[in-house]
């Protein structure tokens, strides 16, 4: 008996997820902790939909400011990106040769050069080869090869990149882009603009001012191009092309 519950601890303390050296995470220009809202969006360094809704976060962070909303960007590598992860480790790498002042710069970077970091693009590649052309990406930030390839097989770095991607999967995430506004998921579009975005956020900041609830809120009307996704009751969103409408998430690549 004693065996038994023994071993059971010891399931249980290996099943658990490490805790993080540091907060998981990337804030956009020091948004504040204090700050009222809190902004997660969790993406993908190779997913077009994370890149199409970075922009326009990034906009909606400067629209309020740093002391009235925090953004924070979780990197979450989907499994049939072959080189999402090598880019989310060189965001890591990026971060800690720069201490963190040039990771949004790299994550640009990687969406700016996309086209040629997908699969189709790359199938033929070996692995020493992909840490070659992510090299050369980050030689345009001004990094040496010498300095960053090193980092792409660092096991520190390899451990914040896993336990970033598990700590994701706990938050339920299972797919990109995935938001959540003060830790709650709210079903918002890549497409969304900062308009859209506004409604919602203000809602918060301002309660008094609307009934919108987080449970409440949804989009009216999907725009052109796009189709209407109802994942839950009463629960919305508007799929861009390529996007999948899958049950109780939503909208994903």
């Known amino acids: 008996m004693k065996f038994l519950i023994a071993a059971c601890l010891v399931s249980v303390v290996y099943g658990q997820i490490p805790i993080p050296t540091r907060e998981v995470g ?17 993406l993908d360094l190779i997913c077009p939909y994370s890149k199409q809704a970075l922009p326009t976060l990034m906009q909606v962070a400067e629209m309020y400011g740093p002391k009235q909303l925090q ?11 072959r080189n999402s992860f090598y880019a989310t480790k ?8 720069t201490q963190g002042n040039l990771t949004f710069d790299w994550i640009n970077l990687v969406y700016k050069n996309m086209p040629a970091l997908v699969n189709s693009a790359t199938h033929q590649f070996s692995e020493d080869q992909m840490k070659t052309k992510f090299s050369n990406l980050a030689s345009k930030l001004g990094l040496y090869p010498e ?35 003060n830790d709650v998921l709210v079903g918002g579009s890549p497409a969304w603009t900062a308009a859209q975005w506004k409604q919602l956020l203000d809602a918060v900041l301002h309660p008094s001012k609307t009934r919108q609830t987080f ?30 409408c899958i049950p109780n998430v939503g909208c994903r690549c």
Do not use: Q
């Open 26 to 42: 990337y804030v956009y220009k020091n948004g504040s902790d204090s700050a009222p809202v809190h902004l997660d969006a969790f």
């Open 215 to 244: 449970k409440s809120h949804r989009l009216s009307a999907c725009a052109p191009n796009t189709k209407r996704c109802e994942y839950l009751p009463g629960k919305i969103e508007c799929c861009t092309s390529g996007e999948a």
């Open 147 to 181: 300095l960053f390839i090193p980092l792409l097989d660092d096991p520190h770095i390899e451990e914040d990149t896993r336990v970033a991607w598990k700590y994701a999967c706990t938050r339920g995430v299972a797919g990109t882009p995935t938001f959540m506004v």
């Open 71 to 81: 953004l924070t960007v979780h990197l979450f590598p989907l499994p049939y990106h």
């Open 90 to 97: 060189g965001a890591h790498a990026i971060s800690s040769l």
